[in-house]
Each structure stands twice: as C-alpha cells, then as structure tokens.
C-alpha cells in the first residue's frame, strides 16, 4: 500500500500563491503516477494535475495551466503543486492520489486525506 499525507494548504489573498506538498510513503516502487485533485463544496472531483513519478511527463487540467505547475523529488518522496495567481473559484480542498502499476482500469487507487485552500477575494 501507500500511505499519503498533504499539506501546506490555508488562507490566501486573491492573485497569491501556496505551494501544496503531498508525501508518500510505503511501497513507492509500485507507484505509476501522482496527481492533485480538488473538490468545492457542492461540486464533483475534479483533476488539477498529474506527473509519471519516474518519466518526468505532466499534465495539467485548462484551468490551472499556466498557474499550476506539478513537480516532483523522489529523493524526499514528495510531489508538489504550486499555485500562482489564485482566483476564489480556486477555493476546494486538495487531495493527493497515486496510481499504482497494479491499478485495476487505470484508477487512481490511493488518497491522501486532503488539504483546504481557500481563496479570499
């Protein structure tokens, strides 16, 4: 299994910024691919961003490109995501999730518990 854990959510101004860290932990040889989510109140799930946890590839949800950048360091097993220029649509919580090589479909099969981002305007 693997075990994640986010942080460096909170309170900020419209058109600031929050670097978001999620870290993994367990049997991180299994992991494919990292990503964010973001769910608002009363809104579905959606995808924020991805990144292959060994081949580098990103990819990025329209609203967040070229605000959001995905990043990685194995070396601390951490995957972040950066967020410039935040908008209060921004507002959600943020969860990490990985997919495993032994992903059944192609699923995003673990979470981590989220963290709030919320956005005044």
């Known amino acids: 299994q693997v075990q994640l854990v986010e942080s460096g959510g909170g309170l900020v101004q419209a058109g600031g910024s929050l670097r978001l860290s999620c870290a993994y932990s367990?049997?991180?040889?299994?992991?494919?691919?990292m990503a964010w989510f973001r769910q608002a109140p009363g809104k579905e799930r959606e995808f924020v961003a991805s990144?292959?946890?060994?081949?580098?590839?990103?990819n990025y949800a329209d609203a967040v490109k070229g605000r959001g950048t995905i990043s990685r360091d194995n070396a601390k097993n951490t995957v972040y995501l950066q967020m410039n220029s935040l908008k209060p649509e921004d507002t959600a919580v943020y969860y990490c999730?990985?997919?495993?090589?032994?992903?059944?479909?192609?699923?995003?099969?673990?979470w981590g518990q989220g963290t709030q981002v919320t956005v005044s305007s």
């Open positions: 999730a990985v997919r495993t090589y032994d992903s059944l479909s192609n699923e995003y099969n673990y």
């Open positions: 367990g049997r991180t040889f299994t992991i494919y691919t």
């Open positions: 990144i292959v946890h060994s081949g580098g590839s990103a």
